[in-house]
């Protein structure tokens, strides 16, 4: 779902990033140096940081990043601050983790749109404009991260509204995918889409292999499920959960979904065929 207008003046003249992909280096130290077995990624719409009871607490978010200790997370409707409050930087101190801004929106309130939140070493950063005419702008993060000797792609999104948006940003975002396969990749985020026999959802099934569908949202009382985690190859997807608890429930009207990658099964990646070049 999408915040409203009141909550992030979304009605002022909006500018999308344009452009070239652009590249940001920054080894950072991980979150852990001991041998793992197991990485963990979440994908959570925060709301930007408005509970189920209309406050404005970024606490709680940092609490629930807390409580899913996860090694990736996705974030999406996040304040990136200039000149406003930057959620972001809240997080990334609050959490302990680094941040990997992706803005999409600018407003007379500040700059909005995705980020990452990571405790892995990252290099290259990719950001794609997934924008349509006449809709609100949207973009993908797209990041190399390494746990030990094993590196991935991780690509963190969130799709429009509209279903026309969905089908064209989708067939991007695989395109994207299809033009570098030398890495395992997960895609997350929420992908807005309601119907589970939605087209969107049978291209990323036909390229990742079917995944659980799991209710997020309404956070209150979970029906749909907007928020999705994909892993590539589908071996590596150990369990996919939702993350639930009591501060879950109250901090946005998303719950996050949880997945666990287990490292041993991208030995032997790219699988034969599907290298480029």
Known sequence: MNISAREFELNQPAQPLHGKPSELAGPLPSRSRQPRSEVKFASYNIHLGIGRDGEFRPARIAAVIDEIGADV?????????????NMLRYLS???GLTAIAGPTLITASGQYGNAILTGLMHGEVHHWDLSMARCEPRAA???CLRQGSHSFR???????LRPAERRDQTQRLLQIIEQDRAHP?????????????????????RHFQHTPALATFPAGR?????????VEPRRALKNIS??????????SDHLPIVATVDLGALENFPLAGKTNG
């Open 73 to 85: 997370i996705g974030l999406q409707e996040i304040s990136l601050g200039m000149p406003g409050f």
């Open 93 to 95: 101190d609050a959490c």
């Open 141 to 143: 993060i797209d990041a």
């Open 154 to 160: 991780v690509i963190a999104t969130h799709l429009g």
């Open 185 to 205: 990749t997960v895609l997350l985020g929420d992908v807005n889409e309601w119907f589970l026999w939605g087209r969107p959802l049978r291209w990323m099934h």
């Open 222 to 230: 979970p029906l749909f499920a907007l928020d999705r985690i994909w």
């Open 242 to 251: 939702v993350h639930v608890s009591d501060s879950a429930r109250m901090a």
